[in-house]
């Protein structure tokens, strides 16, 4: 999911740029249509992606669980940016919550990631009820 939010702000960043954001009211942008499409499409994907991560992990331990649902959270956030963007007096609000979005999703799923692997390795030996030492 981190390389997931990574490419969705690389291509928010390329909408950014190419759909002009004086633009009226409304979903479907004349200008950067397609890069404007592909960041909804990619969000819509994601939500879908962190509902499921966050089902899988109901029974992990509460690190990865809560890690899940800030994910999830964040993508949420995020998603409730870019419909508020769609309206024109609430644009810059909508960017900015999408930004937000965007670093509680990242940091979430960089949890997982950024654990020692040493502390994961033990944790997995601890859960599966087998003795630490070997």
Known sequence: M???VTVEFAVGLA???LVPIGRPSGFLPHQG????????VVGVAMLV???ALVVANRQ???LYRNAAVAGLVGIVIGGAGGLLAADH????AGI???FVGTLVAGFAY??????PEQQRSAALTADAGEPLDG
């Open 2 to 4: 981190t390389v997931a």
């Open 60 to 62: 992990a331990r509460p």
């Open 15 to 17: 909408a950014l740029v």
């Open 33 to 40: 249509r397609l890069v404007y499409d592909l960041h909804g």
């Open 96 to 98: 900015g919550l999408m």
């Open 110 to 115: 960089l949890i997982g990631i950024l654990e």
């Open 49 to 51: 992606g962190a509902v």
């Open 89 to 92: 007096p609430l644009r810059v």
